[in-house]
């Protein structure tokens, strides 16, 4: 199976660290984010390639230079195609020729760092009919206190960031998908130019089209900015203990 690692976009979370490098580019542990991505999934047998999207302009040319060189550290191939600013969906249409002999393939959003079973989502998803899968959590550490009060408002308990049950599971950014998809996203491209893969497509989806992955206890966060990678330094550090293990 080939990932599409999705490293296009301008990062204006990140902003102003963005302005002089891609958000995948940005330094975790010592190392780029998209370097531990690409370490994780070259683990997994299952996995034969890595087709990343770049930012087409000078900022993205920094990682593909990155890995440049360093393709015979790596049993996946890995290769690289421009980001054309169509957004999510039309960027998978960029990948058409890297899929045209596949079956199957993951998407995977390079500002997410997570340390779920990859071989275990894609053999529950070819187990399944299902058109797509997404990796999902049913649990989230909060960022903030959280109060019970009575009805006077006064306060009973405080707990300082929770680990809270969610009403219903949050997708994460990372997904597998059968090679059909791209016939949806064709259709969708043929009265649009900027194809946005949750609201144009898999939110159009017939019920029961996808499956939810749920990732357990495997740690996921969305390392969207520096900030958020120094507020995160245990977490990383819990998911970078498995990745490196």
């Not at 009060?149 to 599971?169: A, G």
Request: net charge negative; glycine share 6%.
């Amino acid at each position: 199976m080939k990932v599409i690692l999705n490293a296009g976009g301008k990062g204006t979370r990140g902003w102003p660290l963005t302005t002089y490098i891609p958000k995948s580019m940005l330094p975790v542990s010592g190392k780029p984010l998209a370097e531990h991505i690409v370490n994780y999934l070259d683990t997994f047998e299952e996995i034969s390639e890595i087709v990343f999207i770049v930012d087409d302009s000078e900022l993205g040319e920094q990682i593909p230079n990155f890995f440049d060189g360093k393709q015979s550290k790596y049993r996946v191939k890995l290769t690289f195609r421009k980001d054309r600013q169509d957004d999510t969906g039309g960027a998978i249409l960029q990948c058409q020729d890297d899929l045209k002999d596949e079956k199957d393939f993951m998407l995977w959003y390079s500002d997410n760092l997570c340390n779920l079973d990859v071989g275990q989502m894609i053999r529950q998803f070819r187990d399944s009919d299902c058109m797509g899968c997404i990796a999902t959590r049913r649990r989230k550490q909060e960022e903030t206190g959280f109060v019970k009060t009575r009805d006077d408002n006064r306060i009973i308990s405080f707990v300082e960031k929770p680990i809270n049950d969610l009403e219903m599971p949050e997708a994460l950014g990372i997904y597998a998908f059968k090679t059909e998809i791209l016939d949806d996203i064709k259709k969708v491209s043929k009265t649009k130019q900027k194809i946005n893969l949750s609201f144009d497509i898999i939110q159009n989806l017939p019920e029961f089209s996808m499956l939810s992955y749920d990732i357990g206890d495997s740690v996921w966060l969305d390392l969207e900015s520096q900030n958020k990678i120094v507020r995160n330094k245990e977490s990383i550090k819990a998911i970078l203990g498995s990745i490196d293990a």
